[in-house]
């Protein structure tokens, strides 16, 4: 059963750099899947960060696309999310979660597996 | 961007009623590239619907999601005490991905 788990500090100070790990298991990063990063927060609600394919092809939200690197290590089958001169509006749960298998598989998807998410508040 | 907006923001209903949730969206949504989401407390969102209408993988039928263009709806049928939740829907045919901002099914 494939399971994802985000990883990363839970406190970032202001201007700081955001840095989160998603380890996937009972499944291969490799598959023909995209896999993505979303966030959510009382103010912003859900919002998706952005998508990566394993062969490494990027999608993100233009709104954040200035700040973010997603990123992805098929040898530990992991992605990460990075993100840049973070303030406390990027305070949120960030969660990262699988794209539904579409045939050919699309950065833009439904969202079928999810982590269990991870808080990170930004403060000094 | 599509803005998707969700309505009733609170829907207060017993077990055992049927429930309609409505989501729509600023511009039309190609291809029928949209999904519903379940949150309950602590928790991820979970994947009810999607191709607006194509139940996820374990989802009963109780759950039937309709619509195209800029008006969907999510119906949830026989109300079961777990299905109280927040719901959320989310287009996937334009960049960026956008989510509504939740209705609220609660226990009446």
């Known amino acids: 059963q494939v399971h994802l788990q985000e990883s990363g500090p839970g406190l970032v100070k202001p201007s700081d750099t955001l840095s989160l790990t998603c380890t996937v298991s009972?499944?291969?990063?490799?598959?023909?899947?995209?896999w993505g990063w979303i966030r959510q927060s009382p103010g912003m609600g859900l919002q998706w960060i952005g998508s990566?394919?394993?062969?490494?092809?990027?999608f993100y939200n233009p709104s954040l696309k200035s700040r973010v690197t997603i990123s992805v290590d098929t040898s530990k089958n992991q992605f990460s999310l990075k993100l840049t001169s973070v303030t406390a509006a990027d305070t949120a749960i960030y969660y990262c979660?699988?794209?539904?298998?579409?045939?050919?598989?699309?950065?833009?998807?439904?969202?079928?597996?999810w982590g269990q998410g991870a808080m990170v508040t930004v403060s000094s | 961007e599509i803005v998707l907006t969700q309505s009733p923001d609170t829907l207060s209903l017993s077990p055992g009623e049927t429930a309609t949730l409505s989501c729509r969206a600023s511009?039309?949504?190609?291809?029928?590239?949209f999904a519903w989401y379940q949150q309950r407390p602590g928790q991820a969102p979970r994947l009810l619907i999607f191709?607006?209408?194509r139940r996820a993988t374990g989802i009963p039928d109780r759950f039937r999601g309709s619509g195209s263009g800029t008006d969907f709806t999510l119906t949830v049928s026989r109300l079961e005490p777990e299905d109280f939740a927040v719901y959320y829907c989310?287009?996937?045919?334009?960049?960026?991905?956008?989510f509504g901002q939740g209705t609220r099914l609660d226990l009446k």
């Open positions: 009972g499944y291969s990063i490799s598959s023909h899947n995209y």
């Open positions: 511009h039309s949504v190609s291809d029928t590239n």
């Open positions: 191709g607006a209408s």
């Open positions: 979660a699988r794209l539904y298998a579409s045939s050919p598989p699309h950065p833009f998807d439904a969202f079928d597996v």
């Open positions: 990566l394919y394993p062969s490494g092809s990027t």
């Open positions: 989310q287009q996937y045919g334009d960049s960026p991905l956008t």
